[in-house]
């Protein structure tokens, strides 16, 4: 069934300049919405008021969202059929920016993750996860205010690129059949066989988008995270080429490693940016042990999931961990976390990681004075221990409230500001 939904009647479009690709965003912006699956309604429902009342005491009435909802997820199929309507991808494009909730992937060996769909077929390249602890948010760290990084995670590439072939079918057999007739290489013959695809496009955007935000955001490192060491050819290579990329567009701004000791004493000079690299093993221990060192991590994506919800747990846990899905042409902000299916209708969970991917969202329009506003008073909510049951659970003397009730502090907050 061909999904059918009206564009909004009210409000402009976001648009992109093709040259600078820069968005141009006007006062009253058409944004869409997904409001996802399990606690998606819930945390959207909480959301939304927020982004609203956010925007209206930032500039008095002078700007305005006008929301427009994109099936997606397990309405859209009782509805048209389908989990992700290509009219949805469609709208995504159309909208530029959107802010989503969690989706579920279908339980079966047919289905892929829909978030990985979304990222491929929208060639969303760059997951961006920033990492900064909010101050009264329990943390099992010692000094979890020294974490303040950004994680560029490669959205496309890497073990997600889903080419792989189930053990005993009759394609993994041909290809352990190939490897090792025309490879030499020896594979047992009931093995699944998966591909990691890397390359040098992927690496060398993924990178540049990466420093570009660091100039922007005035950070002073960049560090390449990856597993070289072992795998010489995908992860070896990323590092590479990304110190390519460096060299070739950012080389009046770079310094490296090597060069940091030899000709400026140890301290990075004004204006510069400390290019490094990492195993990432040792980044883990490094992100514990040594996280002042550290601003903005770029990595495959493998590495990236896993360090990005590492990092979150660091600062209080997926609850409070925003992200978006970047490419070149439109962003798709979201709750990094899942739909948790028993807690669906329930009011419950903390909407945090979609207020802070909101944030996110108003610097991407360049509404810088929205997002300081609605992470400055999310902030003063949470110092004043009012929180939902994840954080009072961990917090003495907090008021629990729903997932709503979080939402509404917010807003009073916003009346106070």
């Not at 996802?36 to 002078?62: C, H, L, M, N, T």
């Amino acid at each position: 069934m061909k999904a059918k939904f009206e564009e909004p009647r009210e409000g402009q479009w976001i648009t992109i300049d093709q040259a600078s690709l820069k968005i141009r965003v006007p006062n009253n912006p058409v944004i869409g919405y997904i409001e996802g699956d399990g606690v998606g309604p819930d945390i959207w429902a909480a959301s939304r008021p927020v982004f609203d009342a956010v925007v209206e005491k930032a500039y008095s009435g002078d700007r305005k969202i006008f929301w427009w909802e994109i099936p997606a997820g397990e309405q859209s199929f009782r509805e048209f059929g389908s989990h992700f309507p290509e009219e949805s991808f469609d709208a995504i494009r159309r909208s530029v920016i959107v802010i989503k909730g969690p989706l579920t992937t279908p339980v079966g060996g047919g289905f892929r993750s829909l978030n990985v769909t979304l990222r491929q077929k929208l060639d969303l390249y760059a997951c961006v996860r920033p990492v900064k602890y909010i101050s009264g948010t329990p943390s099992p760290m010692i000094r979890p205010e020294d974490v303040d990084m950004v994680v560029f995670r490669e959205n496309t590439e890497d073990v997600y690129a889903g080419i792989e072939w189930k053990s005993g079918s009759e394609d993994a057999l041909k290809i352990i059949n190939f490897l090792e007739t025309e490879m030499g290489v020896k594979i047992p013959v009931e093995a699944g066989i998966g591909v990691k695809p890397m390359s040098p496009k992927a690496t060398k955007r993924l990178v540049r988008m990466a420093m570009r935000f660091a100039l922007d955001d005035k950070r002073k490192r960049v560090t390449l995270v990856h597993k070289g060491n072992i795998m010489k050819y995908t992860e070896g290579a990323f590092r590479d080429w990304g110190y390519e990329l460096v060299r070739c567009e950012f080389g009046d701004v770079a310094i490296f490693e090597d060069e940091l000791a030899t000709e400026h004493h140890g301290a990075i000079p004004e204006g510069k940016i400390l290019v490094n690299d990492r195993i990432a093993d040792a980044m883990f221990q490094q992100a514990l042990l040594r996280p002042k060192e550290y601003d903005v991590l770029a990595m495959p994506n493998l590495n990236g999931d896993y360090m990005s919800d590492a990092l979150a747990a660091q600062v209080g846990g997926l609850g409070m961990a925003p992200g978006a899905n970047i490419g070149d042409t439109c962003a798709v902000f979201e709750a990094t976390h899942g739909s948790a299916p028993k807690y669906t209708g329930l009011n419950k969970v903390n909407p945090g990681s979609m207020l802070l991917s909101g944030a996110m969202m108003f610097r991407r329009m360049d509404w810088h004075e929205a997002a300081e506003l609605l992470e400055d008073s999310l902030a003063k909510t949470i110092r004043l221990r009012i929180v939902t049951y994840d954080l009072a659970r961990l917090m003495n003397d907090s008021t629990e409230v729903s997932c709503s009730g979080f939402g509404q502090a917010i807003v009073d907050q916003l009346k106070n500001a």
